[in-house]
């Protein structure tokens, strides 16, 4: 399906290499962090380039004025509002909607998950949190050893567990509000173990990482007894609704992967850095949909970047706190997302990926452009911030022939205009 990307795919890979920071970093508040956490993330550097990588400056909010595509949703059978989604089938040659896709790695912050929950609700956006598994384990259970990441020791993880009893509970009560209001949740996997703390998932056999999503299910089934809790919420999200997720510091290898997530029913990933430069439609391999980790132009840097929060952040300074500089930081960000809505919505329409974490990394240099972009794009014609269940299913009732028209369309975004 993507021969038409070959010679631009070869020509990434020869220029591009992978390396791995490790970086310490707090979370802004206590939920699900532990305090200091260690993060790891994947810096991919395009050739010729040293620096990129896995508004308001407040979180309030703006208003937004009303569109069509933020009227009130129907409910579904299960209480939950039906998609936002219009499951319509399209007719040859006709433009496809321009979808939009927020994602927060880890998905364990008291305060962020509420600030994009109601700015969401305000515009009618549906967003995906792909869950980091230890987060739903206190410290009773770290004490107990409950986790065991593949090839490391018993408790060891490269990121901090969930915390106090109130702060798994915390936690629990926004994965229901977000499920209940039709956000989808996905994995982060467990351990976040990357390069340096090997063995990380490029290193991972599928047995590793079937250990790792047994675990993660386990730990979504059975945290209250895993903590030793009692008198707790239940967590109302089903295992079975988590169909893909994305993979720490986008390590691992496809061939080992995919075994694993037919194993777990899982249907989409979005790990993989494209290979291509630009905004491309999802591929179907080995029957697994897979969202590209896309690499594009960004006016404010003139030059690429990997679309991540973390990558923008090395990209401006190879990642160092420097809070003062937020504001120019916040602007880049945000003209890097709206170049890529404007390339995409007059393109090929591929969906948007706004791939972030619940941070305040760099004086909260990335989750408000983020926001505002959701406030403002949110809201435009023919264009829906979807999660990524909704877009499957929405290629997937396409007829065929329409549907690989709509795929084989070249990347956007890759240069500048």
Known sequence: MRSRYLIIGLAVALVAVT??????????????????????NTVVVPD????????????????????????????GTDGRPASNVP??????????????????????????????????????????????????????????????????????????????????????????????????IGTHYNGHFCAGAE?????????????????????????????????????????????GGRTPCLEGQWDQLVPAWKAHDMTYDSSMPAPYSGIAWPEKKDGIWEFYMPTVYSPGFEGSVMAMDYNFWFKFNQAQNEPETAPELRQIVKGTYDFMYDQAYHGNRAPVLIANHFNVWNGDSFNPPALDFMMEKCTQPDTYCATYQDVIAWMEMQDPAVLEQILNQAPVAASAP
Not at 23 to 36: C, L, Y
Not at 171 to 176: F, K, M, P, Q, T
Not at 199 to 222: K, R
């Open 48 to 75: 010729g380039d040293t620096s990129s990588s896995d508004t308001p400056s407040s979180d309030t909010p703006s208003s937004s004025s009303d569109q069509s595509s933020s009227a009130a949703p129907t409910t």
């Open 87 to 184: 499951m319509t089938k399209l007719a040859p040659g006709e433009k496809p909607p321009q979808f939009i896709i927020f994602s927060f790695d880890g998905a364990g912050s008291e305060i962020k998950w509420p600030i994009f929950m109601d700015a969401a609700k305000q515009v009618n956006a549906r967003f995906t949190g792909f869950l980091s598994g230890i987060y739903l384990i206190g410290d009773s259970g770290k004490n107990a050893g409950v986790y065991t990441g593949p090839g490391h020791p018993t408790g060891a993880a490269s990121i901090g567990y969930g915390g106090t009893e109130q702060s798994i509970i915390n936690e629990v009560n926004n994965l229901n509000r977000a499920y209940s209001e039709g956000h989808e």
């Open 199 to 243: 063995p990380s998932g490029d290193q991972w056999s599928t047995a590793d990482w079937n250990s790792e999503l047994d675990q993660f299910f386990q730990f979504m089934s059975d945290w209250k007894t895993l903590n030793n809790y009692t008198d707790v919420p239940d967590l109302q999200v089903p295992t079975t609704e988590v169909k």
């Open 19 to 40: 390396t791995v920071l490790i970086v310490t970093a707090r979370s802004g508040d206590s939920t699900a962090s532990g305090g200091d956490l260690t993060v790891t």
